[in-house]
């Protein structure tokens, strides 16, 4: 029933495939990554109603951050438009950088995905999506009005949140993106907040409780993809 597949991409990075010394393939894993989605997407065909199966480019955040002196803007910029153009030549139908957790590291892989655009001769959507921790503030301390005013003028098509924590505690930064953001919005919680049970982590969120939560963003904040 979904009309959305991500990639397997969301390492395919300079400092995830630095660790197993693999930099030179990130094009090329990128690609082949976006390719399968799209093959299988195309199998499927269109959903009941006609929508069609579409690919996202899932581009994750890395390990090694500019903010904190890392890595540099300049490197993984380069290397998210190596992603991004393999991404497009696979067949991905939009960008999704997730879990991001610095601004600098979002800028980055946006200019990425521009570059990687211009190289592979396709024009695409990006979704740009921040992490917000239950302390209210992404990893590096922004809030979500400052991700707002840095990612707008970059000229991505749509803004979320993605990962950390479940609907619940994203509620407020939902409403903030409703009154502040001029552009769409999407959102991809977790299913709640995990809590270990037997000595395992276990999410007590149930999928009627998740359906209430989307179907509240959905009609009071406006969110147009889950």
């Known amino acids: 029933g979904a009309d959305l597949v991500e990639t397997n991409t969301f390492g395919c990075n300079l400092s995830n495939l630095g660790d197993y010394d693999i930099v030179d393939r990130i094009s090329e894993l990128a690609e082949k990554g976006a390719a399968i989605a799209r093959k299988?997407?195309?199998?499927?065909?269109?959903?009941?109603?006609?929508?069609?199966?579409?690919?996202?480019?899932?581009?994750?955040?890395?390990?090694?951050?500019?903010?904190?002196?890392?890595?540099?803007?300049?490197?993984?910029?380069?290397?998210?438009?190596?992603?991004?153009?393999?991404?497009?030549?696979?067949?991905?139908?939009?960008?999704?950088?997730?879990?991001?957790?610095?601004?600098?590291?979002?800028?980055?892989?946006?200019?990425?995905c521009q570059d990687g655009m211009a190289a592979a001769g396709r024009k695409l959507p990006i979704i740009s999506h921040v992490t917000i921790e239950t302390t209210g503030t992404m990893l590096l301390g922004s809030d979500i009005g400052a991700a707002v005013t840095a990612l707008e003028p970059l000229g991505i098509d749509m803004i979320g949140l993605n990962c950390a924590t479940g609907p619940s505690e994203m509620v407020e930064h939902l409403r903030y993106l409703s009154q502040h953001a001029r552009m769409p919005i999407s959102v991809l919680p977790n299913a709640g907040l995990p809590s270990v049970v037997d000595g395992k982590m276990h999410y007590d969120l149930t999928a009627e409780d998740f359906t209430t939560y989307l179907t509240r963003f959905v009609r009071e904040f406006g969110v147009r993809v889950v």
């Open 40 to 112: 299988v997407a195309d199998e499927m065909g269109p959903s009941e109603d006609g929508v069609p199966r579409m690919v996202l480019g899932s581009l994750g955040p890395g390990t090694k951050l500019p903010s904190l002196g890392q890595t540099t803007f300049q490197e993984i910029r380069g290397a998210y438009a190596l992603a991004a153009e393999g991404l497009a030549r696979g067949g991905a139908d939009a960008y999704l950088i997730e879990t991001s957790q610095d601004l600098l590291q979002v800028k980055a892989a946006v200019l990425g």
